[in-house]
């Protein structure tokens, strides 16, 4: 099978990269030269725009920003839709961003009227599962594209799952970065009111690996909180925009999600505060501030 990938940021350069280690025929396509060059260094054909890429692959894959993006290298001019319109058929679409389900859907309709099969595949694992290929994939669309973009998704990932029909990924991905955004508030909350009450937080930490507190994230992102390290993984403004997502999902449904509206609100004031390029979990140096700390 060849393969297509669009997108080559924090996460789509890894990804794209481990896709080569797998043997797969590899063109790419990135807006900036310069970010397809490590890519054809390694081997992959390059691209003009998404149309020809499309072109020469069996599936296409999209990792960009947000629903905008991902509909304009799907259904924009020289786009994806392009080789459907110009006939050619049997190409599998994959969107692997993370955006509104609604958009999957109207995305993965507007596809299908081109004869070009879709499926929205948002990951979660940031930037280290993308480079070891341990990604969780959640995958919503036809169980048979499914089924042909499985090796596919096994180049990148380890935990894939179909997860129901157009959209159905991109809900899973929103249920994710609830559990994800509360939990990292949670935990910075948690260290935060260790080191505000005179008690070394690595310790608290550390009791609290012990016992029901404990999660991935306690252990993880809490070492790199009491690290100090806020190297970007995730950016902030990232999980803002994601938030967002579940927010306005919420607001079409009439969802009371008021756990994940507290935390919406700290990113957004986080990328206020100029933390935005900063991972998300500099949501402790936010708290800091407010509380009179370090900041």
């Not at 990135?30 to 149309?51: I, S, W």
């Not at 990951?123 to 959640?138: C, D, F, I, K, R």
Request: net charge neutral; with cysteine.
């Amino acid at each position: 099978m060849k393969v297509g990938f669009i997108g080559l940021g924090i996460m789509g350069r890894p990804m794209a990269l481990n896709l080569l280690k797998g043997g797969f025929e590899l063109t790419v396509w990135a807006r900036r030269p310069e970010q397809m060059r490590p890519l054809a260094d390694a081997g992959a054909k390059t691209a003009a725009n998404p149309a020809e890429l499309a072109g020469a692959v069996d599936l296409a894959i999209s990792m960009v920003a947000d629903a905008p993006d991902v509909e304009q290298v799907m259904l924009g001019e020289k786009g994806i839709a392009s080789v459907g319109a110009a006939g050619k058929r049997g190409l599998i679409a994959v969107d692997m961003s993370t955006i509104l389900p609604a958009a999957a859907r109207d995305i993965g309709e507007r596809l299908a009227a081109r004869g070009i099969d879709f499926l929205d595949a948002p990951v979660s694992g940031g930037e280290v599962g993308a480079v070891a290929g341990t990604l969780s994939v959640m995958v919503g669309g036809s169980a048979a594209a499914f089924a042909s973009a499985g090796p596919v998704f096994a180049c990148m990932g380890k935990n894939i799952v179909h997860v129901g029909g157009s959209g159905a990924g991109q809900v899973a991905k929103a249920a994710n970065q609830i559990m994800t955004g509360v939990g990292v508030l949670t935990v910075a909350e948690a260290l935060n009111f260790a080191a505000r009450n005179g008690v070394d937080p690595a310790k608290v930490r550390e009791a609290l690996l012990g016992g029901f507190a404990y999660s991935k994230i306690l252990e993880n992102h809490g070492q790199r909180m009491l690290d100090r390290n806020f190297k970007p993984g995730f950016k902030a403004w990232m999980h803002q925009k994601d938030m967002n997502i579940v927010m306005r999902s919420a607001h079409e449904l009439g969802l009371c999600l008021p756990a994940a509206a507290a935390t919406a609100q700290m990113f957004n004031a986080m990328v206020g505060a100029g933390l935005g390029e900063e991972d998300s979990i500099a949501v402790l140096k936010l708290l800091e501030h407010l509380s009179g700390g370090e900041g």
